[in-house]
């Protein structure tokens, strides 16, 4: 076995044990833990399976806690994402490099 897959299978057994093992909110201990093993996370556990993957798939089946704190501005925000996207699509259209058929046939891949 190679030393960066053991420095791959290492990353999630440490990750594994920090949520385990830990009172605080798992919430923001994994954004903190995404964050410090950064330079690890590209390093494939399985074939299709990177670091990240696996760690974020892990916290979000089993770990994940959801908030129950309510966000009242969540509207300006949606709206605002709204914004994004529709300046995105202005943008592609218009562009030269991709035309009205390459972006229906992205969108069509994307969103079936």
């Known amino acids: 076995m190679s030393f960066l897959k053991i420095l791959a299978y290492l990353n999630v057994v440490i990750f594994l044990i920090t949520m385990l093992f830990t009172k ?12 410090l093993a950064y330079p690890l996370m590209h390093l494939f556990v399985v074939p299709v399976l990177t670091g990240f993957d696996a760690i974020t798939y892990i916290f979000v089946f089993i770990f994940y806690q959801r908030r129950m704190s309510e966000f009242r501005q969540g509207l300006i925000y949606t709206v605002l994402f709204i914004l994004l996207l529709i300046t995105i ?17 992205e969108i069509f891949s994307v969103f079936p």
Do not use: A, C, Q
């Not at 605080?24 to 964050?35: A, E, F, G, P, W």
């Not at 991709?98 to 972006?103: D, T």
């Open 24 to 35: 605080d909110d798992k919430n923001r201990l994994y954004i903190k833990y995404i964050l």
């Open 89 to 105: 699509t202005i943008g592609v259209l218009v562009s030269e490099s991709m035309g009205w058929p390459e972006f229906m046939t």
